[in-house]
């Protein structure tokens, strides 16, 4: 994919990950629509970038359908859409209520799986769907077991999906950071977040993403 020029929806752009991504591909010459669901952060983002500012809960049914049509119509046609919302929960399950384990499938799993959906309505030939996902979805880990399922779920998903696009000729990347330091461990749904070494650097991360999605490949290299 010519990352120059393409136009790009970026969902959970108001997050650390995908704001680092929507910086990536903006320095490399995206047009942008930037969505999330906090005004300001957005805001921040969408200033950052230049990009176009779509305010979404991607929990409502219809949320990310509504939202690749309004990024469609802002960007006159779209190029790629990368999903990197998301949401994290810790501790045993028998700690995690239904209300949290709904979210996380929801935001995890369901959103980008809608988003998708509606992505390969929009997208040309050539297109192509990123999903964020997570190394737990490769290393199911104790203390995140719901998590790591919502995630293993995602890659499935795109795995999948890879296939079923294949006609349509949208390339589908998949993408499995480890743990990086976004800020996420600090805003769980539930629990504490267990003692984590160092994270990754997003921005590095992020470029290394845009790497892959220009090469048209697969998997992403990150390191
Ligand atoms: N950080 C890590 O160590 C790590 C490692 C592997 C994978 N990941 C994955 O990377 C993705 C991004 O996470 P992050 O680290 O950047 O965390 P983050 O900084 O907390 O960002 C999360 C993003 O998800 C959005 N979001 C959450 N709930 C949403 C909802 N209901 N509707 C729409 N947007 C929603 C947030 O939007 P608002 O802030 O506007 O609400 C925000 O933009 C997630 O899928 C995460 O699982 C992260």
Do not use: W
Request: aromatic residues 2%; glycine residues 12%.
């Amino acid at each position: 994919m010519e990352i120059d020029g393409a136009r790009v929806l970026v969902a959970g752009a108001s997050g650390g990950m995908g704001g680092a991504l929507a910086r990536e591909l903006a320095d490399r010459g995206a047009r942008l629509a930037v969505s999330g669901r906090h005004p300001g952060r957005l805001a921040a983002i969408a200033t950052a970038t230049g990009g176009v500012a779509l305010v979404r809960d991607l929990t409502e049914p219809t949320g990310p359908e509504q939202l690749v049509a309004q990024a469609a119509d802002a960007l006159g046609g779209l190029d790629a859409v990368v999903c990197a919302a998301g949401v994290v929960a810790f501790g045993p399950v028998t700690e995690l209520d239904d209300r949290v384990l709904t979210q996380l499938f929801n935001v995890n799993t369901l959103a980008p799986i809608r988003l998708s959906r509606a992505a390969l309505g929009a997208l040309g030939e050539g297109g192509a769907i990123v999903n964020v996902s997570a190394i737990v979805a490769d290393m199911p880990t104790a203390g995140m077991a719901a998590y790591s399922a919502s995630k293993a779920a995602l890659t499935a998903f795109d795995a999948a999906l890879r296939r079923e696009a294949r006609r349509a000729r949208v390339h589908v990347l998949d993408v499995r950071p480890p743990h990086t330091e976004t800020g996420l461990t600090e805003r769980p749904l539930a629990g504490e977040p267990p003692r984590l070494a160092q994270g990754r650097e997003p921005a590095d991360i992020a470029r290394r993403i845009v790497d892959a999605l220009a090469a048209d490949a697969a998997e992403a290299d990150l390191g």
